[in-house]
């Protein structure tokens, strides 16, 4: 707990499948005994062997598996879909993967076409990529007072990255909902800030990478997960002071620079939301070319270029 | 000329190499026939086969040259720039690339090593690659006013894109000096900005792309060039009125937004000045996932990873 985590090292800890522009030969070696979730002659996931394998074990005649790649049939949204719910619940079911009898949340999440038309809807413990989107509420520096960030404690009690802090609003983007719905959603669920003033939130970027889910993220450990967060600034003047309204969150504290600084070294935010600081601090002048050697492999990192098609509807 | 360009075809045309994510098949036989500049196992740029030609044809003795790569023999920075400069200074006398014999600047910028430490200095026309940096000055949004953008038009007798619109300040940054002390200094020589208000300009960022280089960019067509360039914005007042100070810039227009768009999807500007506008647009709120269809493609490829090392001193 006492190593001092720089921003490359919290870049790495979330952008941690190997880069195919920086690392060709650690990327080939990783990607080598994947299958390909292909649609067409487009991929949009990775698939691990342990997968494969329970595909071929089960033996449903709705998937199509070669020495390289699994593919879904269905000529709809709706068959492909219905023939990957059946896959989900049985797994639910019989328990084989803990990320679907474990981690399931009755959330239906989009899988998009490389032309960004919809391919399938699939419960979210299941889907291979994660559309997101975090918010910073934030108070500007004033003469007397550093900038100040909202910021929440997960409740010790959830399955994922339990007690760990976090943005002031995050959450995923179900299938049906736009980015901005399921920001006003989630800002009213998770932190009482009403519509009207989210409304006001500003869309700054969108950041991505290729996560390794480690045991913190619940479930089975090396499951490859790419993932966009759609990323929103609101700046809030003192009066604003969001509060816990769901079970996500334990408390907000309304935290000065400096400490947000410290606790990132520390490695208390969980992992995606400290990428969506550095984030924040490279828009604001926080991070600088002056003051952070890393400047450019940081900037490229927060916007890696994912081979899955992602979109928002 | 009538054309109307999206942001994503603004964005084609600077990040014009194919990605090794996004289309691994058109990265792997556009590679295939470039040799390496390599420093040890690493990579700092690619080589063309004319050039690889006459390096063989020159036979100089501080060249090795393998069937896939070249590279430059000397124990230290001085006895490497010492050879390249040989090498470049011959092609300026003898006329045999255009970009040594007409584009020679006398600026030597600097090529890093991988871990970031100077590997040679090298006249700016015959570098392969460029760090730049890039100011976007504007004036906000008022109740009666749109958010306005200070834009320059390139001087028509400029040999590199002449009379295509520029972004407010914009220059490439010479070994020995940092980031910010080239921003203050070209703000100065191009714009007649004070140092004093540039001091208060924000860093914003970076961004790269892996350029083609065609027949606007002067000199030889097809040269790889990556480039980065820091970002920069500056708010400004109404007061504040920039004005050419060099022969660079031929004037100052105060351009509301929808004219910066319209002039962006005319072909206006100077390509790699729209990839800044753009991301100028994308951080502050005028792209937006709810209007921009190509979103994420658009974020992710402003910051193109790229395979060789880049930084600022």
Not at 52 to 75: F, K, M, R, Y
């Amino acid at each position: 707990m006492s190593r001092q985590r720089t921003y490359l090292d919290l870049v790495n800890e979330v952008d941690s499948f190997p880069s195919p522009t920086l690392s060709p030969i650690q990327h080939a070696e990783r990607t080598s005994n994947l299958h390909l979730f292909t649609a067409g002659s487009h991929t949009l996931g990775y698939v691990l062997p342990s997968v494969v394998a329970a595909l071929q074990e089960a033996n449903e005649p709705h998937w199509t598996i070669t020495p390289t790649s699994i593919s879904i049939e269905g000529d709809t949204v709706e068959k492909r879909s219905k023939n990957m719910a059946a896959t989900l619940e049985r797994w639910r079911a019989n328990g084989k993967f803990q990320v679907c009898s474990k981690g399931w949340r009755n959330e239906l999440y989009s899988v998009y076409s490389p032309t960004g038309v919809l391919y399938l809807r699939m419960e979210r413990s299941g889907t291979p990529l994660f559309g997101l989107v975090h918010m910073t509420a934030y108070v500007p520096a004033t003469e007397t007072q550093p900038l100040r960030i909202w910021t929440p404690r997960r409740n010790i009690t959830k399955s994922t990255y339990g007690g760990m802090l976090d943005n002031t609003v995050a959450g995923g983007i179900s299938s049906g909902m736009s980015v901005f719905d399921t920001l006003v959603k989630e800002s009213e669920e998770e932190a009482s800030l009403p519509a009207e003033l989210v409304s006001k939130a500003k869309a700054v970027g969108v950041v991505s990478y290729l996560y390794v889910r480690d045991s913190r993220a619940g479930g089975e450990t090396g499951l490859l997960q790419p993932e966009v967060q759609y990323v929103y600034d609101l700046e809030v003047g003192e009066d604003v002071v969001p509060a816990p309204c769901d079970d996500e969150v334990q408390d907000f504290h309304l935290m000065p620079l400096d400490e947000v600084k410290e606790e990132l070294a520390k490695g208390s935010f969980k992992p995606n939301c400290a990428y969506v600081l550095i984030d924040f601090f490279v828009r604001h002048g926080i991070i600088t070319p002056a003051n952070e050697p890393n400047y450019i492999e940081i900037v490229s990192r927060l916007h890696r270029e994912l081979e899955f098609p992602l979109r928002a509807e």
